[in-house]
């Protein structure tokens, strides 16, 4: 006769066999509006294991999809281990700013920085707020350490970068001297400012006005990246201006001395890395024959053509960064067997895998951040779109040989009926055997099941009347 088992202790066995993909992945969470929405930031792993990062929309004001099916809200902070346990942490509210559209960085002391693209002061001229800069504990209690006045700056909309001595620095798309505050002005060409943890703020440089008809000015408009080099100067892009309205190529030094490499004269290099070799890399949304295209970059300047999406069906890269393997790995917002976005791999030689292809459903859609390698060796990132409610995702990629690694179980609990339950996350192209054993000697089986990329719970069989049952699961082709 067959009964309930009185105490349960799960065992876990990872069976591995060779698979022929290249990655496998897992959808961690889907949000759903009133925990955030439309994530756009790049994650950042903290210094405890856990992932942190930004949604631009949702959180406390969200009241459900408006006429257009989409989520309101000014958006959120949030936690998530590495198994995918989800935690909001701040909720803005547009007086401590609004619509986040940036990752965070952490410093030595495990406090946290990072920019709200709007909210803080408001004018009749642009109510929404002209953007600010935050720290935020691990536990998520909020200071402001800047708010944008369109003077000093308007509309952070990327990540802050730390110096040895703990200074932040960072663009701000509009504002600065070419900012006026009436009706019919320009809100400003952009900045470059540095603060300090306790709001010391300098603003280094303010971009000439770019005006018609030619829309060209010495230095540049409207920064859209912009990151530390390993030498401690600050590298640059703008998206207009220079010689040609297509944007520049700057260098920044700590003291606010700006000089231009090169006016790009195509359309704005985006999103640099810098790479172990010392060359930066970027990626622009067009190229020769409107294809898009990986652009390699030298510390003077000089631009060369590393990769063309030619016979790709991959547009639009957002992100990109270097694996500790040496491989390069991004993103597209758009592309891919479904258009919905990929996740890609970019060997040093220029050969290109497409790790995964977004359907648009549970995987999420429009990845419009790059990916951060944890510490397990495994990739994390964010949809903007898709997921169980449309509102983004969070998931996680592993690149083989890293893909053998075994599932996470989760939540072993008894349910209102009596009944053990437990949860392990599954990944796309995977298939899993779930065993039981009350004496670790014979195995039997109690389901096989495809993975889906998302978890998946499970109520345990009757087993014998031992006091104990072990569950292992193996992973097959």
């Known amino acids: 006769m067959k009964a309930m088992c009185l105490a349960v202790e ?27 929405a439309y994530p756009l930031g790049s994650l950042i792993q903290g210094n405890d294991g856990n992932f942190y990062g930004t949604s631009s929309s949702g959180g406390t004001d969200y009241n459900g999809p408006d006429q257009y ?49 709007s909210g803080g002061i408001t004018n009749m001229y642009f109510p929404a707020g002209w953007g600010t800069v935050f720290k935020m504990t691990p536990a998520g209690n909020l200071t402001n350490l800047m708010f944008f006045n369109g003077t000093n700056g308007a509309n952070p909309r990327n990540s802050l970068i ?71 100067i600050l590298y640059g892009t703008t998206i207009s201006g220079g010689d040609y309205a297509r944007g520049t190529l700057f260098i920044l030094n700590p003291s606010g001395d700006l000089a231009v490499l090169t006016s790009l004269d195509t359309s704005g290099v985006a999103l640099l890395m810098q790479s172990s070799q010392g060359d930066f890399y970027g990626a622009t949304d067009s190229g020769s024959n409107n294809f898009s295209v990986i652009s390699k970059i030298t510390t003077n300047g000089i631009l060369s053509v590393f990769y063309v999406f030619t016979n790709s069906p ?14 390069f790995y991004g993103t597209t917002y758009h592309g891919g067997t479904n258009d919905f976005g990929t996740v890609f791999q970019l060997t040093p030689s220029g050969i290109l895998t497409v790790l ?6 549970m995987d999420g859609a429009n990845p419009f951040a790059g990916l951060v390698e944890g510490a397990d060796g ?4 964010t949809a903007q779109n898709g997921g169980v409610n449309g509102y983004g995702t969070i998931f996680r990629l592993a690149v ?23 949860t392990f996350d599954t990944a796309i192209g995977r298939n899993y055997s779930v065993e039981y054993s009350t004496n670790l000697t014979q195995w039997y089986a109690f389901v096989a099941l495809s993975g889906v990329g998302v978890p998946i719970t499970l109520i345990a069989p009757n087993t014998s009347s031992s006091g104990h049952c072990f569950y292992r699961i193996a992973i097959s082709p």
């Open 378 to 381: 495994l990739f994390y990132g």
């Open 10 to 36: 799960i065992f876990l066995i990872a069976l591995i066999h060779a698979h022929a993909d290249t990655a496998l992945f897992t959808t961690l969470h889907s949000f759903n509006g009133s925990d955030g």
């Open 314 to 327: 991959l547009i639009d890269p957002t992100g990109l960064m270097q694996g500790k393997d040496g491989n």
């Open 69 to 117: 099916g989409a989520a309101n809200g000014y958006g959120t902070v949030f936690k998530m281990t590495p198994s995918g346990a989800f935690t909001t942490l701040v909720f803005f509210n547009g007086t401590n700013g609004s619509n986040p559209t940036a990752g965070l960085v952490q410093d030595n002391d495990g406090n946290f920085y990072g920019t709200a693209a």
């Open 162 to 232: 730390q110096d040895n001595a703990g200074n932040l620095y960072g663009p701000t798309y509009y504002g600065g001297t070419t900012y006026f505050n009436s009706a019919d002005s320009l809100f400003g060409d952009g900045t470059v400012f540095k603060i300090n943890t306790n709001s010391a703020f300098t603003t280094l440089h303010s971009f000439s006005q770019s005006a018609p008809p030619t829309y060209t000015n010495p230095d540049g408009s409207f920064v859209n990246s912009l990151i530390r080099a390993s030498n401690g």
């Open 356 to 361: 995964h292809s977004f359907t648009g459903g």
């Open 400 to 422: 083989s040989p890293i893909s053998v690694l075994p599932p996470y179980i989760t939540s072993p609990m008894l349910n209102t009926n009596g009944q053990f339950q437990f």
